[in-house]
C-alpha cells in the first residue's frame, strides 16, 4: 500500500527515483508522482494518475535537474484519484510533501489554514502537512523545527517525508503509524517506506522507531525519538534476501510465487525441526520459557492471516491441549474483551505492518498476556520488533498483492507453534509424529499439486462467465474454502462465498442453481461422510459442483460433478496441499478474465491503514 521514496545526493535522483517507485508497485497504487528540488532552489513536481510508467513516460529519458527529491505512489483514502490529489504537494511552490497514511483531523487543520490564506488545491488529506510546514516555517528558524511544530499538530497516522526549496540538499521524515526506512549512502542518504525500494542503491538501512523524526542530508543523518532526544538507531546490512528479483519464466509473479511454495516451505522448517522436536530458538532465544506457560491463544489477523488463524485454531485445540481464539484485528482492537489466564497474543502478518494488527499487538501490552508472538515474513517489520517472540516465516519477498506463499509458510509456523506448546502440555507421540512427519513430507506434496496446474487451467473456461460461486469445506478445510474464496473475489473479481458445509441447509442452498458453481475441498479425513452429505444437498438441487478430492474419497465424474485428484496426503497438512489448487484455480480464471493479476484493482498489499 502506498509507497515513499526519497533520495538527497550529488548526482541526479529522478531515476533513483522512479525505480524505487517501479520496486514499490506491488504495493498496490492509483497514482504516482515526484518533485525534485535544485542546488538553486527550484522545484520541479511531475505527477500522473495510472502506473508508474506513466509517469516515467512524462518525465522522458533526460534525468530532471535536482539532487533532491521525493516520490510516491498514492493509495487514494481522502479525495478521487486524480492528478490534483496525487502526491506529492506543495506549499507556495517551496514546501513539498509525500504521506502516506491518514491524518483524521484533517478537516479542522484545513480550516484554520483557509483562514490563514492558504489556497488548496486538491481533496487530500496529506495537504494539510505542507501547509502547516509552511505557516510553522515562517517563524521557527529551520526546516526540522517547522515539522517538528506541524507534526505535533496532526492525528492520525503518517509516514512523511518533507523538503524546501530554501534548503538544497536537506530531507526531513518523521513516522508515526507508517513505516520508515533510511538507506545509506556515500556521500548520499535515501529513505523509503520498504527498503525494497533502496536495493539498487544501497544496503545499507536504519529503521526508524514510532515517533521517531529524522533530519537527513547527503552527509548526515540524525535521528530524534518522540521526545525530541537524538537517539542512536542500528544499522542493519541487507543482504537483499528480500529482494524478490524478475518474474523469471512467470508470466505473473503470483504464478513464480505459487511455484515457490515448495521451496519456502523448505525454508520455513529449516533448522527448525531437531529430533523430531522443535529448535528452542525458532520462535527467538529463550522462546521455551514463555512458551511453556501458555495456557490459551489468542491470535489476531487480517484476511489471508486471519484464515491461516482459523485453520490454527483447529490444530490447537485438537493436539496442544490449549484453548484458541481467533479474531479480525480490526474488530479485535475496539472490542473490550475477556484476556484468559496465561494467554498468548499471536498476531499474523506477511508485510508484520499491518495498521490493524499492529495495533492489536500494542493494544495486547496494556493488557494482561503473557506474552506475544508474530507470525510474519519481514524481519525488519514494526510487528517483529514489537514482539517478544517471532516465527519468521522466510517466505521472501511476496510481490503479488494475493497473498500464496505468505498463506502456506504461516500454516508452517503455525504448526510449529502446536509443536512447541504441545511439547509442554503432553502432546501425544501421534499427534507429534504426525506433525512432524506432516511437516516434512509437505515440500513433496505441494509439489505434486503444482502438477495439477495444467488440469485446472482447462477447466477454468467454465468460470469465466460466472459472477457467482460457493466455496465449501468442512473442519480445517473450511478456512481453505474461505481462503479459496478469497483469491477467487480478490483476482477475477467474481463474488465468490465460503460456507462450512454443514451451514448450507440453514441459508446458502436457497442460491444453488446452475450458474453458480460450487468448489468443494474434500480430503479423505474423518469428516468426509458428512461432506458428502452435503454434495448430495447440491446435487439434488441441479448445482454444479468441482470437487478437489483425495482419490482414495471415491467421488466420481459425471453431469454434475467435476472431480479433480488431489494426490494423497496426512489429513494434518490437507489444508496446506489443497490450497495450491484453489490458488491455481482463482489465478487461471483471472487471466481468461484479463484482470490485473499482480494488482488486482482497489487493493494494495501491505495495508498500512486501518
Ligand atoms: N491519505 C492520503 C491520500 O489519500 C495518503 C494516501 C496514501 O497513503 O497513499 O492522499
Redesign the pocket.
Known amino acids: ?2 509507497g515513499i521514496v526519497g533520495a538527497t545526493s550529488e548526482r541526479r535522483i529522478s531515476e533513483i527515483l522512479v525505480e524505487g517507485l517501479k520496486r514499490l508497485e506491488y504495493r498496490g ?1 492509483d497514482s504516482a508522482g515526484l518533485a525534485v528540488l535544485s542546488e538553486s532552489g527550484s522545484i520541479e513536481c511531475v505527477r500522473r494518475t495510472g502506473k508508474v510508467q506513466a509517469l516515467k513516460d512524462a518525465i522522458g529519458d533526460t534525468p530532471l535537474a535536482g539532487t533532491t527529491g521525493i516520490a ?8 478521487g484519484v486524480t492528478e490534483a ?1 496525487a ?1 506529492p504537494h506543495i506549499s507556495e511552490n517551496c514546501i513539498a510533501v509525500v ?5 483524521e483531523n484533517h478537516e479542522k487543520l484545513r480550516a484554520q489554514l483557509q483562514a490563514l490564506g492558504y489556497v488548496f488545491n486538491s481533496d ?3 495537504e494539510v502537512i505542507c501547509h502547516l510546514v509552511h505557516h510553522q516555517r515562517k517563524t521557527e528558524s529551520d526546516l526540522f523545527k517547522a515539522v517538528q511544530a506541524a507534526v505535533r499538530q496532526l492525528e492520525g497516522a503518517y509516514g512523511t517525508v518533507v523538503m524546501d526549496c530554501r534548503e538544497p540538499g536537506r530531507l526531513v521524515v518523521a513516522r508515526s503509524g ?1 513505516p520508515l526506512v533510511i538507506g545509506l549512502g556515500i556521500g548520499e542518504n535515501f529513505i523509503a517506506s520498504d527498503q525494497l525500494a533502496l536495493l539498487p542503491v544501497t544496503r545499507q538501512f536504519m529503521y526508524l522507531e514510532e515517533g521517531d523524526m529524522a533530519d537527513i542530508t547527503r552527509t548526515s543523518v540524525k535521528v530524534y525519538d518522540r521526545s525530541g532526544a537524538l537517539v542512536q538507531r542500528d544499522v542493519h546490512e541487507s543482504d537483499g534476501q528480500y529482494d524478490a528479483g524478475g518474474k523469471g519464466q512467470y508470466r505473473h509473479f503470483m504464478l513464480k510465487e505459487i511455484h515457490e511454495q515448495p521451496t519456502a516451505v523448505r525454508n520455513a522448517l529449516e533448522g527448525r525441526l531437531v529430533h523430531g522436536q522443535v529448535a528452542d530458538d525458532a520462535f527467538g532465544p529463550g522462546s521455551m520459557d514463555l512458551l511453556k506457560d501458555i495456557e490459551h491463544v489468542q491470535i489476531v489477523a487480517c484476511g489471508t492471516s486471519y484464515h491461516a488463524g482459523m485453520v490454527a485454531r483447529y490444530w490447537l485445540e485438537s493436539m496442544a491441549g490449549v484453548s484458541c481464539n481467533v479474531e479480525i484485528a480490526s474488530e479485535f482492537r475496539y472490542r473490550k474483551s475477556h484476556v484468559h489466564r496465561n494467554s498468548l497474543l499471536v498476531t499474523i502478518s506477511q508485510s508484520g505492518e499491518t495498521a490493524d494488527t499492529l495495533a492489536a499487538l500494542r493494544l495486547s501490552k496494556e493488557l494482561s498476556y503473557r506474552g506475544s508472538l508474530t507470525i510474519c515474513n519481514v524481519a525488519t517489520s514494526s510487528m517483529v520488533r514489537e514482539s517478544d517472540l517471532n516465527y519468521m516465516t522466510r517466505a521472501g519477498a511476496e510481490i503479488g498483492v494475493a497473498s500464496t506463499k505468505a498463506f502456506t509458510t504461516q500454516l508452517v509456523g503455525l504448526l510449529m507453534l502446536v509443536l512447541a506448546i504441545g511439547q509442554h502440555r503432553g502432546i501425544s507421540d501421534k499427534c507429534r509424529n504426525a506433525i512432524v512427519s506432516g511437516l516434512q513430507a509437505l515440500p513433496a506434496k505441494l509439489e505434486e499439486a503444482l502438477l495439477l496446474s495444467d488440469e485446472i487451467e482447462a477447466l477454468a473456461p467454465e468460470f469465466a462467465d460466472k459472477f457467482h460461486s460457493l466455496f465449501l469445506g468442512r473442519g480445517t478445510q473450511y478456512p481453505i474454502a474461505m481462503e479459496g474464496a478469497l483469491k477467487l473475489k480478490e483476482i477475477s473479481y467474481i463474488h465468490a462465498e465460503a460456507y462450512a458445509a454443514g451451514e448450507l441447509k440453514h441459508g446458502p442452498l436457497a442460491l444453488i442453481d446452475a450458474d453458480m458453481p460450487v468448489i468443494v475441498v474434500a480430503p479423505n479425513d474423518e469428516l468426509l461422510e458428512k461432506l458428502k452429505s452435503n454434495v448430495e444437498e447440491v446435487r439434488a438441487r441441479g448445482g454444479i459442483m468441482y470437487v478437489f478430492a483425495d482419490k482414495d474419497a471415491h467421488f466420481k465424474s459425471d453431469t454434475s460433478m467435476r472431480v479433480i485428484n488431489v494426490s494423497h496426503c496426512d489429513e494434518l497438512i490437507a489444508p496446506i496441499v489443497y490450497t495450491i489448487p484453489l490458488q491455481l484455480l482463482s489465478y487461471f480464471v483471472a487471466i481468461i478474465k484479463g484482470t490485473d493479476v499482480d494488482q488486482p484493482r482497489n487493493l494494495a498489499k501491505s495495508v ?2 486501518e
Open positions: 500500500m502506498c497504487y510516491h505512489t498514492r493509495w487514494a483514502t481522502h479525495g490529489n502526491h504521506h502516506n497514511g491518514i491524518i487530500t488529506d496529506t507508517s498500512t491503514v
